[in-house]
């Protein structure tokens, strides 16, 4: 208890911030799920793993398992434990949860129950792990789809590989998929399209808007603004900056290409955990910071600072463990797409002192990726980031470019429809107020005529 209280003291006076009230569900969901893999790694590394080494070393002696064969193992282990087959720790050996759990997933999918995986039936399973672990909205449809969930992705694979084609897609989250059985193969389970009827609204909420538009590929509207940057000889500065909105995009582009490099130099240094594994456990920050960045356009930016820093003292996780994590977090979201855990990971980095990341959530704002569209609310976000570089803190985005925080607060300013004063331009010095200036010699001839 003692320990507990010091721990939370130590971050409250780090964060600076008086914390609200608890948010629900939040407790130990980061310090257990994500920080106690990622973070735990990071930080205990150093002492983590010659003992590591040293258990591995003892153990393979006895067990007689070669360094390949336990790595199949664990690797089918994690493949088991992604799909709800509960295998255990992935420790390489074969034991009886691990053998339990290859049963089940050989009844789920029609095979003989030995609990003993044949070679086709274990390529199957881990090409499919790897597969959906990269994600993006066709297996999220897929998985919406399915009442079995993540289970469920293996039955669509599967018959994807038999030859069965999906042709139709209903709208609906959750509406399954219409297939066609190929008449040469064996009766497949065919699932009727759901009816092309359109989901009733609420009653009493009117609706003019229609259905409202997918999410926008931040990846590929980077690729996008990449061509135009080329083909136009370069990327806009100050001194020639014609379009603001442009010139936003462009630096926003860029610190997603220097935050998604930084995060996988760390992923690098964590020992024992694939880029896969790391990828899932950052899953996590989507739910657990959903609603905070869903906050970000339509709160101020105190409150949602505040809202996050009583987040972060439910989080359980020192300050500079979540800090770690979080840099390795947002650098998966970007790469996958996955705005929740990008924006969320952002939101604690700026949180928890890093504030030059506070950039970022001015990008998001300003262009509407992951957020709503509200650029008068990005400026107070680009001013926080800005000014930590002013205020001497290390440029982690474009390190060396003379001018872009002049530019982009120019732009920003100019995107959000106000001026901005000369005198807050960043690296400006502020001119002082005209003096009246007086002429004594004059003054005194003027007396004197008028004397006489």
Known sequence: ???????????????????????????????????????????????????RVQRVQ????????????REA??????ALNYFGFPAGTPDGVVGRNTRAAIANYQAFM??????????????????????????GPHIAQMVAASPQGVRGLLHNF????????????????????????????????????????APSPQAGLPNFMGTPEAQASLASHCNRVSLLTNSNGGFTTLASMSDPGFALEEQFCLARTYAIAQGEEMVAKVQ???????????????????????????????????GVGAFILQSGMPPAQLAGTAKICLSVGYRTDDMDVAVGSALLLAVLGERVYAELMGHHLAQGFGTGKRPDLALAWYDTGLEAIANGSTAVFVPGHADRSELIRAAAYAVGGRAMPAAQAVGETPVPAALPVFDIGTAEKAAKDVKN
């Open 73 to 78: 193992n664990r690797q089918t282990q994690v």
């Open 1 to 51: 208890m003692i320990v507990k209280r010091i721990s939370t003291a130590c971050i409250a006076a780090s964060l600076a911030i008086a914390p609200v009230g608890a948010t629900a569900g939040s407790d130990g969901l980061v310090g257990g799920i994500v920080g106690g893999i990622i973070g735990g790694a990071i930080v205990n590394h150093a002492n983590r793993q010659p003992q």
């Open 158 to 197: 599967r018959d994807e590989m038999m030859g069965t084609s999906v042709v139709a897609r209903p709208e609906g989250p959750a509406a399954p998929l219409a297939v066609v059985a190929p008449a040469a193969t064996a009766p497949v389970a065919v699932v009727a399209p759901a009816p092309d009827v």
């Open 110 to 135: 029609g095979y003989p129950p030995s609990g003993q995986l044949n070679q086709f039936e274990r390529d199957f399973l881990i090409t499919s792990y790897n597969r959906a672990s990269i994600g």
């Open 58 to 69: 003892r153990s393979a002696p006895r067990s007689g398992i070669s360094s390949a064969t």
């Open 272 to 306: 024992g955990f694939t880029p896969q594994q790391v990828a899932q456990q950052c899953d996590a920050f989507g739910p657990a910071m959903k609603d905070y960045v869903s906050s970000l356009s339509l709160k101020p930016q105190a409150d949602v600072m505040e």
